[in-house]
């Protein structure tokens, strides 16, 4: 229903950013990140100074990283970083790309930056706030960030 939505809404005003990356966080979070990379990018051509900026490139990120795109995800992940680097999310995205990359400490040192900015951040809290993204692609980042040293509580 929530792409039935997003995919309305695109229709209705292609020239929305923010209905482009809600298109493309939708379709990576249900499972479709092949098709998530298009509306990501349309957002970026039509607001390339768009305050939420940095949320673009944590989705199109996670899209990446979904996709086994690392390096790609990572470079996302790093531009989110610089742009917000106050949100613990850009550091934790970062981490499940070193991690997956074979970057042991490089993923170690970006989830204790995560946990600088949220001490209280443990896998629990995640799964609570993204525990419902489809399950071949929540997995292996929840692997991914266990392994980079994330505390389970």
């Known amino acids: 229903a929530a792409i039935a939505a997003l995919e309305r809404a695109v229709d209705i005003n292609p020239c929305s950013a923010r209905a482009q990356s809600s298109l493309g966080w939708a379709l ?27 949320t673009f490139f944590l989705y199109r990120s996670s899209a990446h990283f979904f996709l086994g795109d690392y390096r ?30 074979g970057m042991d400490d490089e993923a170690k040192a970006a989830c204790n930056k995560a946990r600088d900015l949220d001490p209280e ?7 609570l706030l993204i525990g419902t993204m489809h399950n071949d692609y929540a997995g292996p980042w929840f692997k991914a960030i266990k392994l980079a040293g994330l505390p389970d509580e």
């Open 121 to 127: 951040l443990n896998v629990s809290r995640v799964k």
């Open 72 to 101: 790609q995800s990572l470079q996302d992940a790093q531009r989110a970083e610089h742009l917000k680097g106050d949100e613990f999310w850009p550091h934790l995205a970062q981490a499940v790309c070193l991690q997956a990359l």
């Open 28 to 54: 990576a979070w249900f499972g479709r990140a092949e098709t998530a990379i298009a509306p990501l990018d349309r957002a970026f051509r039509l607001s390339p100074y768009d305050p939420l900026l940095w």
